[in-house]
């Protein structure tokens, strides 16, 4: 299929260009020395290995990025698994909007579990703030990533904008193939999820009717991402810190990467996928009557509600909540060994702050409030009454 060059600087590879763009990847040797350094040279000669025989992204993920991910995930969780029930087929052309918690795996297990379940992969939004590396860009365009430029003066913000619009509505509606993107720009470090309606108002520049209308024909379904255990929580810490103490403190390119590599190999525990039903029926019932941006919160509060809704809830979310409130309401839903083994956990995340001055009482409580926030949306988007 075609697809129109005004795309060239933001699609994915096509699989006409695949091989080329491959070969130059693994000839790259700051990739190579990348990948020695976390995998070790001769995992990463039997990655190439099989890399150079790949002739599309369907075989990259399949035959390389899937079993290597299903090997480390063995070492640095307790398991990844999806509940994907709510929607049929499961390769439709949907678009997955979801929570985000890691920079790097929160697409990477979606695209593995979607797999597993017998779905393609998706394609992926990822900013282009994250492409510190050319090999980085052919990495992730390789594997189905499509990019947001969000390093851009604001004279031209708003054409970028429209044109990556106008991308996911060719991918879903002309390539017809599924989309993911987070519910926002950047992770919610405090894990208070919420679409952000700058990122509906983008996905609806390009359409022909009401904002309602373009959200609807983009079959939006809602993910929810669990993750137990938050490997960069001590960073997120230690961020909110550096914002309270330097109101126009900046993450740099180094610190993105930090954050990458901590997300990929620290220790998760349990990791759950759930998906909501597509929401169109519930877009189709938005009067479009009201004006632009009111029909842009309805939406966000729809998408808000499902991913809420659909969280796994784990032992450590209620312990958070309980040890920020001073009581033991939830205790219930945990047992004293479990509570003494996050709180050592807690504590051992603090000690890898390191600040000139840390609060570390201020850092305990953002921490907490990572773990805490899941569970008090959660409750409130199920109707429960339970603290």
């Known amino acids: 299929m075609k697809i129109p060059e005004e795309f060239d600087i933001i699609r994915p590879y096509t ?81 997955f909007i979801s929570n985000h918690r ?42 189905r990533s499509f990019i947001v430029r969000r390093s851009l003066p604001p004279s031209e913000f708003i054409e970028s904008s429209k044109l990556l619009s106008r991308y996911i509505q060719f991918a879903i509606g002309v390539i017809r193939h599924p989309v993911w993107i987070a519910q926002r720009e950047g992770r919610a470090k405090d894990s208070d999820d919420r679409t952000q309606k700058s990122m509906l108002k983008m996905l609806a520049l390009s359409g022909q009717g009401c904002a309602a209308d373009t959200l609807e024909s983009l079959h939006i379904v809602p993910l929810a991402i669990s993750y137990e255990y938050d490997p960069c929580d001590w960073l997120k810490a230690k961020e909110f810190q550096q914002k309270r103490d330097d109101p126009d403190f900046h993450k740099s390119r180094e610190d993105d990467l930090v954050n990458m590599k901590t997300g990929i190999f620290g220790h998760k525990g349990h990791v759950f996928y759930r998906t909501a039903e597509c929401i169109d029926d519930e877009l189709a019932g938005i009067d479009r009557s009201i004006p632009r941006n ?45 509570k003494r083994h996050f709180e050592r956990y807690i504590a051992r995340q603090l000690r890898r702050i390191e600040l000139p001055d840390p609060d570390w009482a201020f850092l305990r409580t953002k921490i907490l409030e990572m773990y805490a926030n899941p569970l008090i949306n959660h409750l409130k988007a199920t109707g429960s009454n339970e603290e």
């Not at 190439?48 to 075989?59: I, L, M, P």
């Not at 593995?112 to 998706?122: F, K, N, P, Q, T």
Request: hydrophobic content about 45%; overall charge negative.
């Open 15 to 95: 699989d006409e260009e695949f091989e080329a763009v491959m070969k130059r990847l693994l000839a790259d040797r700051e990739f190579a020395e990348a990948i020695d350094s976390t995998l070790g040279r001769i995992p990463r000669m039997i990655m190439f290995h099989r890399a150079a025989k790949c002739r599309n992204a369907t075989e990259l993920h399949k035959k390389v990025v899937t079993p290597l991910v299903v090997i480390y995930m063995a070492f640095v969780s307790k398991g990844f698994k999806a509940d994907f029930s709510s929607i049929h087929p499961l390769d439709g052309n949907w678009t």
């Open 102 to 143: 890691d920079i790097v795996m929160d697409s990477a297990l979606l695209d593995i579990l979607l797999i597993r379940h017998g779905a393609d992969s998706v394609e992926i939004a990822i900013g282009d703030n994250l492409l510190s590396k050319p090999w980085i860009n052919d990495l992730v365009r390789l594997s």
């Open 294 to 338: 009111q029909q842009l919160e309805k939406a966000a509060e729809m998408i808000d509600r499902c991913i809420h809704s659909n969280y796994r809830i784990f032992p450590c979310n209620w312990i958070a909540l309980d040890l920020l409130n001073g009581n033991e309401s939830g205790h219930s839903h945990y047992t004293d060994r479990q």
